[in-house]
Every structure is written in C-alpha cells, then in structure tokens.
C-alpha cells in the first residue's frame, strides 16, 4: 500500500476499533470520521442524525464486505466483522478463530499478518466509496415523512419548481429501477441460474437502463445548469455495463422513449442481434454468439 496520509491513518485506525465489537455498528461504537465519510452521509436519510448516519455505515460496510474485492480473503474478512461464517453474539477472539480457519492460518499469524491487511483494505474500499461520490455533483433527493397534504400554490414560480422536483424525482426513480435490475443479474450469474432466467434478467435490465438513459437526456436538456453532469456519469451511477458504441447505445435509448413498456421495448428491438450480442452476452459475461433481443430472451 502507499503512504497513508493522516486521513487515511485515522479512518484505518478507526475500522480496527470496529473490530471489538464486529458489526452491527451502534450510535454509541461509531467512530466519528467514519460517520461523516461523504458516502455514509450520502446514503443518510437523515444526515444530521447520528442514528440515521450510523445505519447507513452499516449499510455500506455490509455492501463492501459483500463485495470484498479478495474472494480468497472475502469470508475471513466477513467473520471478522461478525458476519458468516461466525456467528451472531461472538467476541473478537472467538470471530478471530473462525476467520483464521476460512483461510487456513494459525490465529496468531492471522492477527498479526492477515487481519491488519484486512482492515487496511476495508479502510481503503471506504475512502474509495466516499471518493465515487465526492465526484458524483448530484445525490439523489432525500424523502421524509409528510402527514399533510402540500398543495402547490397557483403561482409561476411554484409551478416551475415542482416540475423540476417532479422530473429529478422520476430521473432518480428511473436510476434505481436499473440499479435494481442490473444487481438482479448480478445475483443470478453468481447463482448459476439457468439461461433462460439469466437472459430475461438481462433483458429487463437493458429495458430499465435504456429508461434511466432517456430520463437522463431529458433531464440534462431540460436543466443543464442544474444538471451539472454529463448523461455518461449519471448512467454510470446504475452499476457496470458491457461497453457499447454510441450508435448501440442510443439504438437502446429509442426504444424506451416515451415510457415504453418491456413489451414494447423487446418488440422495438426484436431483429437487433448486435444489440443481443453485446448486451446479453457481454452482461452475463459468455462468450458472443448470434442473438437477438426477444421476448423469451434473445433468440438463437
């Protein structure tokens, strides 16, 4: 690893005091610099509370160990913090056991060479979330409770502000929905599923991502100033991709003007084997074969 600058020295300071107590983090454990990292203040949704900061590290935490970048490493690394393979209610010494025998080390080498590279790594996945959205100039609006009703005055000005609320809310919304999708297939390929269920994940995928793509030119040309970003970086936001050429990209996008429906969108596509190709297969990491976009999933 590079010399630590002294932020990076007191977040991996403060990931080893996590280690005591292993994970759920509580308002009471959390350490102060790992609250206030801009991807746990991001995901708040209530930043100015602690409480709600503290479930947003929990959140974060369990979706880097998830994804722990070491598969090698990754259960040693999760049992340490008091996910499986340890058990709930465990103390240190007894997650240490656990995580020693996922990687086949002795516990006293375990803690003194593995674990401090485990949360020097886990340290550094954390500034590495919170770097992505110091990036990112736009974060989705936050929701609250509301127990009345709001009505918008019959006023120009007050027209004109909830029409952009309304168009960055459906922009978001369409982001998710492909976030939501594209992590559907991811969880399928780690499964093995079968291919028929592997290609309809993917196709529904390709729908909702060419939604987010068309909610995002519209909302960039209707707002640019506002926008502050490209139509790249917000597609970006939903999670990896296959690369495609502009005019395969956009080919997709013309399909979902409008609000089309998966029906329609397959049906739009229908005879589009490159678009098979480099979607389907490229999304499920195969090897490229002759395919096209159908109802049933791409046809051979």
């Not at 350490?31 to 990292?37: A, G, I, M």
Request: glycine share 6%; proline share 7%; no cysteine.
């Amino acid at each position: 690893m590079p010399t630590k600058s002294p932020v990076e020295d007191e977040v991996v300071s403060a990931v080893a005091q996590l280690l005591r107590q292993g994970l759920p983090v509580t308002s009471a454990t959390a350490p102060p610099v790992l609250l206030d990292l801009r991807g746990v203040v991001a995901r708040a949704v209530d930043p100015a509370d602690t409480a709600s900061r503290t479930a947003a590290l929990n959140g974060t935490l369990r979706g880097l160990l998830a994804r722990f970048p070491d598969a090698r490493l990754a259960p040693a690394a999760r049992a340490l913090f008091g996910l499986l393979p340890a058990g709930p209610g465990l103390n240190l010494t007894a997650r240490r056991d656990v995580a020693a025998e996922q990687v086949g080390h002795e516990v006293h080498h375990f803690r003194k060479r593995v674990e401090p590279r485990l949360v020097e790594k886990i340290a550094w996945e954390l500034l590495a979330d919170a770097d992505r959205f110091t990036r990112t100039p736009m974060i989705a609006p936050r929701l609250a409770p509301v127990t009345v009703r709001q009505p918008v005055p019959a006023d120009p000005f007050a027209w004109e502000v909830t029409e952009h609320e309304e168009q960055l809310t459906r922009l978001w919304s369409a982001l998710y929905a492909a976030r939501a999708e594209l992590l559907a297939v991811e969880r399928l390929v780690s499964l093995r599923a079968n291919r028929i269920d592997l290609i309809h994940a993917a196709v529904t995928a390709a729908w909702r991502w060419a939604l987010a793509r068309a909610e995002a030119i519209d909302y960039t040309t209707a707002y640019r100033a506002e926008a502050g970003t490209s139509v790249d970086v917000l597609i970006a936001l939903t999670g990896w991709t296959p690369r495609l050429a502009e005019a395969q990209a956009s080919r997709l996008t013309e399909a979902a003007v409008g609000g089309a429906s998966r029906e329609q969108f397959v049906h739009a596509l229908h005879h589009e084997t490159g678009l098979g190709n480099a979607w389907v297969d490229g999304l499920l990491d195969q090897e490229p074969r002759a395919t096209a976009i159908h109802e049933n999933g791409p046809t051979q």
